[in-house]
């Protein structure tokens, strides 16, 4: 089946300091991605959309200049992190639509701890 | 708006006694998709089942069985004979298909605790 990887799966670091995180779909191409994020005992909340080679579509509340992303090939979208603050520390969970069936697989997720 | 409603947070039950888990939903789209996911402790999302809005037919996998009714836009999961691997965090979600809005709606999630 469709798998979709993240990296890293656990992350630590510094207030103010910025951290990536890479989703890929490793045996499909995925024009669309999405990024979510999760607080504890929550339910996921979409942050954005991104479509490769295009800017990525925030949802409202989401700040575009702090959670950035890129979206450069079909197998690979980033999210950014930037200036991480404690209140960042979260799961996020990246999922990729596989162009040709458009079913949406999700990654493993990540989380963030930011001290 | 889409929106799916899983009025049940938390659900605790003794192993081997059956469990359905809720699901309400709302869309206008006459066309959409519905989902179940699981979520164990390790976070990741395990794909359950995909119900397309033509498609009323109830799904049996063996023990997990789903009841997909329409006139009362509910799309319930039920566990057979539940065991302690079914513990998770289980949600609902909502798919609709005109263009430009292909995003999946999460319910809020049941957490489903089997005791032994």
């Known amino acids: 089946g469709a798998v979709v990887s993240q990296h890293p799966s656990r992350v630590i670091c510094k207030s103010g300091t910025s951290v990536k995180i890479e989703c890929r779909s490793l045996?499909?191409?995925?024009?669309?991605m999405f990024w979510y994020r999760q607080f504890p005992k929550k339910s996921l909340m979409l942050m954005a959309t991104?479509?490769?080679?295009?800017?990525?579509?925030?949802e409202q509340g989401v700040e575009k200049d702090k959670f950035l992303i890129n979206h450069a090939s079909l197998t690979l979208s980033t999210l950014t992190v930037t200036s991480a603050h404690p209140e960042d520390s979260s799961f996020y969970i990246c999922?990729?639509?596989?162009?040709?069936?458009?079913?949406?697989?999700f990654g493993p997720g990540t989380r963030l701890t930011v001290t | 708006a889409q929106k799916v409603t899983q009025a049940q947070t938390e659900i605790s039950v003794v192993e081997k006694e059956d469990v359905t888990l809720d699901c309400v939903y709302e869309?206008?789209?006459?066309?959409?998709?519905l989902f179940w996911y699981k979520q164990p402790p390790s976070g990741e999302l395990v794909f359950l089942i995909r119900?397309?809005?033509?498609?009323?037919q109830n799904e049996i996998s063996g023990r997990y069985s789903w009841n997909f009714q329409k006139s009362t836009s509910s799309f319930n999961f039920t566990i057979t004979a539940s065991q302690v691997v079914d513990s998770a965090v289980y949600f609902c979600?909502?798919?609709?298909?005109?263009?430009?809005?292909?995003?999946?709606?999460f319910g809020q999630g049941t957490r489903l605790t089997i005791n032994p």
């Open positions: 999922s990729a639509r596989d162009w040709g069936t458009y079913e949406q697989y």
């Open positions: 045996d499909f191409q995925a024009t669309t």
């Open positions: 991104s479509n490769e080679g295009s800017k990525a579509t925030y």
């Open positions: 869309t206008r789209d006459t066309t959409y998709y």
């Open positions: 119900r397309n809005s033509f498609d009323e």
């Open positions: 979600a909502l798919r609709v298909f005109r263009q430009g809005a292909q995003k999946l709606v």
